[in-house]
């Protein structure tokens, strides 16, 4: 008789794009880690093409992986990007899920990083809001574990004329220094809080963990790799 052949757990490998960096890493179909977070600078200009081609190098040193997750920084509905305001206009239109299948020869899902974070972070009870705080602004809803997909908070009016993007992404970081920054962030939470009445919100980001304002009890920092392993979830559907 055949010996049987040893099976292997599929391996999923998550992307999660960001307007300074672009990060992967292997996971298993629960979403656990199988190795070390591994990050590329994004290339400037952040065009489709040279994209493709840091995510293809960080491919390579993942490999074996079965299925392909991608958090992406805009718009995208059916792995189509609608929009990438921090990355570049010629995105728009652009069927990255099909690209990236043919650059990586597997099966490739592509959602909001926003979206794809919240996933890797919410307990899956009541109303739980979602926002990151990177480069952009990046905001998801979720009702008992489901997502309403593509919210986009970011780009809505918050104060003194400006969106949310604009006072709280990392340009305005720069621009006003901690201090400042955490204040504003404090005022958009009792904003939120008013909207959404919220059960828990849920702060992701490379920039969560600048976040030194005192916190109200539903409000918790979740760490950045939530958007690679949140990645996982998008396998589950
Ligand atoms: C985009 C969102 C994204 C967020 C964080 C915003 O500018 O419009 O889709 O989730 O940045 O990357």
Do not use: C
Request: no cysteine.
């Amino acid at each position: 008789m055949a010996a049987l052949k040893p099976s292997r757990t599929p391996v999923i490998l998550a992307f999660d794009i960001g307007g300074s960096g672009i990060k992967a890493m292997r996971l298993d179909p629960a979403g656990r880690p199988l190795g070390e977070r591994n990050r590329l600078s994004t290339p400037h200009p952040a065009r489709p093409a040279a994209v493709l081609a840091v995510m293809r190098s960080l491919a390579a040193s993942a490999r074996p992986f079965d299925k392909v997750s991608v958090g992406f920084p805009g718009i995208v509905r059916d792995g189509v990007v609608w929009s990438a305001v921090n990355l570049h206009d010629s995105w728009v239109g652009f069927d990255l899920a099909k690209a990236l299948r043919k650059a990586l020869g597997k099966p490739v899902r592509v959602a909001n990083d926003a979206d794809v974070q919240g996933m890797g972070a919410v307990k899956g009870k009541g109303v739980e809001l979602v926002v990151t705080l990177g480069t952009g602004f990046g905001s998801a809803l979720f009702l008992n574990g489901v997502l309403v997909p593509n919210l986009e908070l970011g780009h809505h009016p918050f104060r003194r004329g400006e969106t949310y993007e604009e006072q709280l992404g990392e340009a305005a970081l720069d621009e006003v220094g901690l201090k400042r920054w955490n204040r504003r962030l404090g005022k958009a939470i009792k904003v939120l809080s008013r909207v959404y009445n919220y059960d828990a919100l849920r702060i992701g980001g490379g920039n969560g963990r600048k976040v030194t304002l005192k916190l109200p009890p539903n409000v918790t920092i979740v760490p950045n790799t939530a958007g690679l392993m949140g990645g996982a979830a998008l396998w589950k559907a």
